[in-house]
């Protein structure tokens, strides 16, 4: 999938280059909590959210530059999440990316901040005048993404993944596949159905990037299982089996590694046969389906 | 000021109403999350900031129908900076209004959760068609918020004071009426020129009204000090000469109690001459400049 690399380095490099003008140089009074959301947001990643934004846009043939202010919007929803999901008093992770986290490099206080900041950061991105020019599609974006975010999205799927933990992990299929459907599935969602808010997209073809979504998000939380039931920590850069050890239910655990890696391939399977009304113009689409399943981290 | 309290309680009703509409009924498997939504927000408190959008928005005839989720959205802001605020990582507090904090009163992932949960919900709030009916006005109110809330406005003071408090607080009176520029006023300029946004009112009512809401602001912290500084925890309900202790600076101790109770009021006689413009339209809300220098908590 050469094409796909090739434009997932292009996608990432204007992604980059447009969160460096959103995050305020580390200067002036609050340096160090510019400089933390820095840090978070630089720290490397697939960017593969703000992609899907992209490439959703694409499709429809929305200008890049309207695109834009909602992709750099979801990396900083997603590194928000990030941030705050590896506190203390949540994940209480240490590294990740193979970096110290933004609580571990800075301190509690500033990473809560930062991961604040963030969030409203992405807001303020898609909604100012100088982003899709259409004000209506702004304030739509800027709905459709809290509403993917917040307690009946994101957050709420981290509240749930917490209570479980508690609980020693007594879910069952059902429910991993709702909390996988909050957690990561809303913003993978939102991603994939921008461009069509922006195109203001008929029904059809907005129903067809939801399916598609939600089979690619069940597909990535299924191959994360897969990676962290499999890898070592040098390959993924952050500490592994961990889900495991702290007794939360796992698709792995589940249903097998076998199983599941042949669920996986199934789901990604009818991803690709749902663009099919949007022909050879998905073709990325596709192949970040695939690539889902057979990424190595 | 009879008028005035009936107004700020006539509004408090309107907006605890609308809130109960906002946040999701505890129940389902984020009911926890839930649970702590409603109990921060419906804690009590004087509602004074969404008092301020809905008579900002009186003064330009905004029907309330399409003022009230601004006024919403800026007190689920609010209780998000309250509550994360209060967080052990941050000022460490166990009461608010009385009662235990959200981290006490459940735990600080909750917590943070659930301040996460209510700034996402205020966009939500402010971005849904069902708000006001001109999309451009809900983009601006969306846009003029975040900025008001992040980096560069509430969440930046907080980074700023939480430093100053780090390097034993030897702020001087420029660098403090600076951070609470930030920290607070951000959110109470927001609030008294929402209605302007609203209303697309012409610049020069909006600089007055910038005007009104940077003394109202100052003159709130500085009233905020002296209370601090003369009242008993029984009266507030909360610790009180925490600052202080934490060898924070504070108007109080910068300029003593008699210095800054009289700059107090010559701010706010600041903010009611500036209100000439609108007339008796204004009254309220010169009540309400005059009711932050006089109150009692």
């Known amino acids: 999938m050469a094409n796909l690399d090739d434009a997932l380095r292009e996608a990432a490099a204007t992604i980059i280059s447009a969160l460096t003008r959103y995050i305020p140089a580390p200067e002036g009074a609050q340096k160090r909590l510019f400089e933390a959301m820095r840090y978070s947001t630089f720290a490397g990643g697939k960017r593969l959210r703000p992609f899907l934004v992209l490439a959703g846009a694409d499709l429809f043939g929305v200008p890049r530059a309207h695109a834009l202010p909602t992709a750099a919007a979801i990396e900083m929803v997603h590194t928000y999440s990030l941030v705050h999901d590896d506190l203390p008093a949540m994940d209480n992770d240490d ?51 809290a509403i993917a975010a917040g307690a009946e999205g994101m957050a709420g799927g981290q509240m749930i993944d917490l209570e479980a933990e508690k609980k020693n992990g007594a879910l069952d299929l059902d429910a ?20 069509a808010i922006m195109a203001r997209a008929r029904d059809e073809h907005r129903r067809a990037l939801r399916i598609y979504a939600a089979c690619i998000g069940l597909a990535f939380q299924i191959t994360d299982d897969l990676l962290d039931h499999e890898s070592t920590a040098e390959q993924l850069g952050k500490a592994v089996g961990k889900d495991a050890k702290a007794g939360k239910a796992t698709f792995v655990q589940l249903l097998g590694a076998d199983e599941a890696r042949r669920r996986a391939h199934a789901i990604i399977d009818e991803a690709e046969a749902v663009l099919s009304p949007f022909g050879s113009k998905s073709a990325l689409l596709r192949d970040v389906a695939r690539y889902i399943v057979e990424r190595k981290n």
């Open 95 to 145: 590294l990740r990316r193979r970096q110290p986290t933004c609580h571990k490099k800075f301190d509690e206080a500033t990473a809560i901040l930062t991961g604040d900041s963030l969030l409203t950061l992405a807001f303020e991105a898609i909604a100012a005048s100088s982003g899709h020019p259409d004000p209506a599609v702004r304030a739509d974006l800027v709905h459709a993404l």
């Open 176 to 195: 991993i596949i709702h909390l996988q459907r909050l957690k990561t599935g809303a913003l993978i969602r939102f991603s994939c159905e921008a461009g």
